[in-house]
């Protein structure tokens, strides 16, 4: 969508549209169900002027409506679903990722995350009789840990021509919380001329948890990170990808405070993500993953290992 659509809407100038399509309003659908005063903030107008605006959004946009049983069903015969490398991962979750969701892994340092992140990245370009998704996958890396001789040597242990895998993925560094969101937008755009399957952020969190900080700063980062995962959330339902967020936790088990096992982003990551997978470490290159959280699948755990050729049983 361009400045010149969103100019369209009653009350919507060039600086208005300028200012809206800065902070991330792409399309009629996001200004539809933005609130009033989160509008007016963004765009410096008045609460009745946003107002406005977003009760033009609503009549302009196709915000859908109520479907069948049958109808959801007939919808989710196109969801794929992504191999993990490990068949017991995979039925944890019940074949796989899924595509048109958000899957969230987290544990402490070492326990696989970065790893698996790579593994899926291969993965997802694979057909899909070998369990990828048969098309390319992004990244948007926020910690500087997205190493392409990695991807190498998982392709080759694949028999996959490493340089051809690495042209299917796109790299996104992100050196702060805004430009993470920014990039987000630029998915989008990319997604509307690539076949990009599945889209990785690792990590979701770091950044938002390193800016902002105390207990005052706790609402502006939970309402910032609750619009950066819908805009996810957008990009998987438009491409039918597949979502996948590294996630830390509170503290390290040799900590006397925190708890080990609870991820960070609060209830508002909790209510977001479809699967919530926890990875521990285990003995030598053994990891455990507890599917902790999920619509249509019971608690349960998987031993998988990380090797030098991947993710593998």
């Not at 009745?48 to 989710?76: C, H, M, P, V, Y």
């Not at 105390?214 to 990170?225: I, P, Y």
């Amino acid at each position: 969508m361009s400045a010149e659509e969103i100019e369209k809407l009653p009350g919507v100038g060039p600086a208005t549209a300028e200012k809206l399509m800065d902070a991330g309003y792409n399309d009629l659908m996001a200004i539809a169900v933005e609130s009033p005063r989160v509008l007016s903030d963004v765009a410096e107008i008045g609460d009745s002027t946003a107002g406005k605006i977003i009760q033009a959004a609503k009549e302009a946009a196709d915000i859908g409506g109520f479907e069948t049983g049958s109808e959801l069903l007939e919808k989710r015969k196109s969801i794929g679903m992504l191999s993990t490398g490990a068949e017991s991962f995979n039925d944890l979750l019940g074949g796989g990722i899924e595509t048109g969701s958000i899957t969230e892994l987290f544990g402490e340092f070492g326990s696989g995350k970065t790893q698996i992140a790579h593994q899926l990245l291969v993965n997802a370009t694979r057909t899909e009789e070998e369990g990828g998704l048969d098309g390319q996958a992004m990244i948007i890396d926020t910690e500087n840990s997205f190493r392409p001789g990695r991807v190498c040597e998982i392709a080759e242990a694949r028999d996959m021509d490493p340089e051809e895998t690495l042209d299917n993925i796109h790299v996104g560094r992100a050196f702060n919380s805004h430009h993470q969101m920014l990039l987000a937008d630029r998915a989008l755009d990319l997604g509307k001329d690539n076949p990009i399957r599945l889209l990785v952020v690792d990590s979701l969190t770091s950044h938002f948890r390193a800016e902002y900080v105390g207990r005052g700063a706790l609402a502006e980062r939970q309402q910032t990170l609750n619009k950066h995962l819908h805009k996810l959330l957008n990009f998987a339902d438009r491409n039918n990808a597949a979502i996948v967020v590294t996630n830390q936790v509170t503290a390290n088990p040799d900590q006397f405070f925190g708890d080990p096992t609870k991820p960070i982003g609060g209830h508002i990551l909790g209510h977001t993500a479809t699967f919530r997978v926890y990875l521990r470490k285990s003995k030598g290159d053994k990891r455990i993953a507890r599917l902790v959280d999920s619509p249509n699948m019971p608690e349960g755990e998987a031993v998988f290992k990380v090797e030098e050729a991947g993710i593998t049983e």
